[in-house]
């Protein structure tokens, strides 16, 4: 199996805050991704991260990646109630990914 | 609009019932997956087609089966349907450029 395990199982924040979600894996990766899923959906891709690569920005996400410790962190800043979901890291080699069971974000007003 | 399109949105079964769910993808991917999420855990592997033509078991393939009917379809049939198999299927697909899984909208289905 290639799933990260994530950390907190919950989280909530006030908007406006950052939210920093955990995840940590044990085999040697490829790559890392972090998926969002909103309540009653499918899941979207947010950002994949290389295994040579050490931190990556997309908008108002960031993601660090730590092979030596073989953990990944994304953060979100300046949370907005939007940003409600489950959230979810996966490492896949031969693109099989599989999914833990991902971290519940409750962004309140 | 591009992406995975899943039929049907819903479904009621009753036990021992068979149906198939159907999942198409516009985006010329060459993988397809189906999963099935179930409350309070993550989403399962069921089946896999990594190119037209091949098909793999996933993590839980028992009491499904899986068609790759051409690069675009990728089908999910449960030929008796059973309770345990209550749950949230979700179709999704890859290309091969690594930009990660595009998700349909997920098929909720009832074995009652």
């Known amino acids: 199996s290639q799933q990260g395990e994530e950390d907190p199982q919950a989280l909530s924040i006030q908007e406006g805050e950052n939210a920093t979600m955990n995840c940590s894996y044990k085999t040697s990766i490829n790559n890392l991704q972090w998926y969002r899923q909103n309540s009653g959906r499918g899941l979207v891709h947010l950002i994949l991260?290389?295994?040579?690569?050490r931190e990556k920005h997309s908008g108002r996400l960031r993601v660090t990646l730590d092979t030596s410790k073989k953990s990944s962190s994304l953060l979100i800043t300046a949370s907005r109630a939007a940003d409600t979901a489950s959230y979810f890291c996966?490492?896949?080699?031969?693109?099989?990914?599989?999914f833990g069971k991902g971290i519940t974000l409750s962004v309140r007003p | 609009n591009a992406g995975v399109t899943q039929t049907p949105k819903f479904q009621v079964l009753k036990t021992g019932q068979s149906m198939t769910l159907q999942c198409a993808q516009d985006?010329?991917?060459?993988?397809m997956y189906w999963y099935r999420q179930d409350p309070g855990m993550g989403l399962r592997l069921i089946y896999y087609s990594a190119s037209e033509g091949t098909t793999d078991k996933g993590e839980v393939p028992n009491g499904y089966n899986v068609s790759r009917l051409n690069k675009r379809e990728f089908s999910l049939r449960l030929e008796s349907a059973a309770p345990s198999q209550t749950s949230v299927y979700f179709c999704a697909s890859e290309g091969r450029n690594l930009y990660g899984y595009t998700f349909g909208s997920g098929t909720r289905l009832t074995v009652v």
């Open positions: 991260i290389r295994s040579n690569e």
């Open positions: 996966t490492t896949g080699a031969n693109s099989k990914l599989t």
């Open positions: 985006m010329n991917h060459n993988s």
